[in-house]
């Protein structure tokens, strides 16, 4: 094990959106930085994982936002490889698909004549006798549109994605959510027409979004390259394991290599996009106790694809499908080649990413990858969405930390950590998990701006990003299919929380 000594003027942890960026617009003002990323690629969540000329995207990475800046910076590094592509996202339920966002009359219609009657009566039942209590978003869903649609479009979906049943999520959740939904309506349009024909209604379900022609990871492998030709560095395989300071200022982090090389990083300053919780595990000395519970309060939700290469030329044409069926644990279905052709380098195959939302360390988590590849494949054929024996190969990606969790505890953490933060003067910390807020990569990308400018003697506010959550990804989705939004967890009565 050897040890060693370097110096730059700021160092930068994480090569995700958030620390690029911050590297990215240092460069732009001739301030070089080097930009320690623990794993052996860029682009952190946003990466693009590479099995041979396979290539798979963690969750699909639409690159979409309202921010100018943001849409310069992508043009900037990858404006020849941007490719604008069609929106096609819909709900599969009992070997149907149903409109994303949900429109109640298509769902309504699809489901046919007796399961439209057991709808319309729970409907009937939830008007003349609704749960007098709205504390839930089971209750909320369930008061406005009756016990079977909650079951069939609310119930399965969102209790894979946050594992909690949907009795212990905040009604408040589902008010900000499902806002466009009005089943009054919608049944006088199931009864009477003018539902529109259906190909109208398609139609407006495809939108346009960016995405780069091999994956989100391109981009950020193009931003380290402008990164290097400017002079700064980016280190891949090169863990922060401690940061040392002395109560005002950082004075150097260390880091250790996948050999065991360890190495002190000298610099005037110092932004971290590692998740906060980690940042406060390897400060040294440690904050006190009551602080470091405060970091250990913050919880997270872990993401799983397994990746299947099947032998078919054409699945479906969606660029991802959610998947509402409550007998198989697969949450969503990416098709990469809808997203972009280039990532997939046999046409006549195709490529899907079965999406499942866990907790690591928990069954399927440490599931071994033979024994995930062998139930995908038969949820995906169960699900009859590939023709059996037809996938020939796959690959499993587990990514830790996917989701920062809002439960009843995380502000208040939040400003305990923010708290003691603010007395380190040369630090400052970015990005999704380095916030514990729920950014996509354009307001990841931002935090990591702003307090790029603030070292060029700006005055931004770094934590500023996002509050307003003006907009999510999902846009003006009527439906909670979209995991945009986080929901929070109702503190059971009597008790004060969960954690
Ligand atoms: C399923 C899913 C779908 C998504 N879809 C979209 C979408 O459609 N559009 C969109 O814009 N955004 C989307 N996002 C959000 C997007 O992925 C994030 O906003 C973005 O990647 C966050 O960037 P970041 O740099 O803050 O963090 P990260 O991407 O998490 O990067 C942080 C980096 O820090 C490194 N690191 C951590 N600890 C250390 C350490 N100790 N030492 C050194 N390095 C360390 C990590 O390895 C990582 O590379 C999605 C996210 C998920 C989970």
């Known amino acids: 094990m050897s040890e060693q000594n370097q110096q730059a003027n700021t160092v930068v942890i994480g090569a995700g959106p958030a620390g690029l960026t911050a590297a990215y617009e240092l460069g732009k003002r001739d301030h070089k930085a080097v930009v320690l990323e623990a794993d052996d690629v ?26 100018p800046h943001v849409q310069q910076v992508w043009e900037e590094l990858i404006g020849d490889e941007f490719l604008v592509r069609p929106r096609l996202s819909r709900i599969f339920y009992r070997g149907r698909m149903f409109d994303y966002p949900l429109k109640p009359a298509n769902a309504i219609l699809g489901l046919g004549p007796v399961e439209t009657v057991r709808i319309g009566l729970s409907y009937l039942k939830a008007q003349l006798l609704p749960s007098r209590e709205e504390r839930t978003f089971e209750q909320w869903v369930s008061n406005r549109f009756g016990r079977r649609l909650f079951e069939i479009f609310f119930k399965t979906y969102t209790e894979k994605v946050w594992g909690m049943p949907c009795s212990e999520i905040s009604a408040e959740w589902a008010a900000q959510r499902i806002k466009d939904l009005d089943l009054k309506v919608a049944i006088k349009q199931a009864l009477f027409g003018g539902l529109g024909s259906r190909g109208k209604v398609v139609t407006s379900l495809i939108e346009e979004f960016h995405y780069p022609r091999l994956g989100p990871g391109q981009m950020w492998e193009r931003c380290a390259d402008k990164l290097g030709a400017r002079g700064s560095e980016v280190r891949l395989g090169t863990r922060v394991v401690r940061i040392e300071h002395d109560g005002r200022r950082v004075l150097a982090v260390h880091t250790r290599s996948k050999a065991g090389d360890e190495e002190r990083h000298e610099g005037a300053s110092f932004l971290s996009s590692m998740p906060l919780q980690q940042l406060f595990e390897v400060l040294d000395p ?3 106790a009551e602080v470091l519970a405060a970091a250990a309060r913050l919880r997270y939700r872990d993401f799983l694809t397994v990746a299947l290469i099947v032998d078919e030329p054409e699945l479906f044409p969606d660029n991802w499908i959610y998947i509402h069926e409550p007998d198989v644990q697969v949450g969503r279905i990416q ?4 997203w972009s052709p280039d990532m997939v380098p046999d046409p006549s195959r ?17 599931t071994p990858d ?7 494949t038969r949820e995906v054929e169960h699900l009859g969405l590939v023709p059996r024996g037809r996938v020939v190969d796959g690959t499993v990606l587990r990514m830790p930390k996917a989701y920062p969790v809002y439960d009843a505890v995380y ?36 935090t990591g701006a702003h307090a790029a400018w603030n070292l060029g003697g700006g005055d931004f506010d770094v934590w500023g990003v996002n509050v307003e959550q003006e907009y999510h990804e999902e846009g003006q989705s009527s439906s909670v299919s979209g995991d945009r939004a986080v929901p929070s967890r109702v503190a059971p009565v009597g008790a004060k929380g969960d954690g």
């Open 286 to 288: 440690a904050p006190p």
């Open 42 to 67: 860029v682009g952190g969540i946003s990466r693009t994982a590479r099995v041979g000329d396979w290539r798979f995207d963690i969750g699909g990475h639409r690159f979409f936002t309202k921010v």
């Open 335 to 338: 098709n990469y080649k809808n």
């Open 370 to 376: 033979d024994e995930l590849l062998a139930l995908a």
């Open 350 to 366: 195709t490529a899907l990413g079965l999406e499942y939302f866990v907790q690591e360390g928990d069954a399927l988590w440490t």
């Open 411 to 446: 502000q208040e953490a939040l400003e305990v950590l923010r708290g003691w933060l603010a007395g380190l003067e040369n630090l400052e910390s970015v990005g999704r998990n380095g916030q514990h807020r729920y950014n996509n990569q354009d307001h990841s990308m931002m």
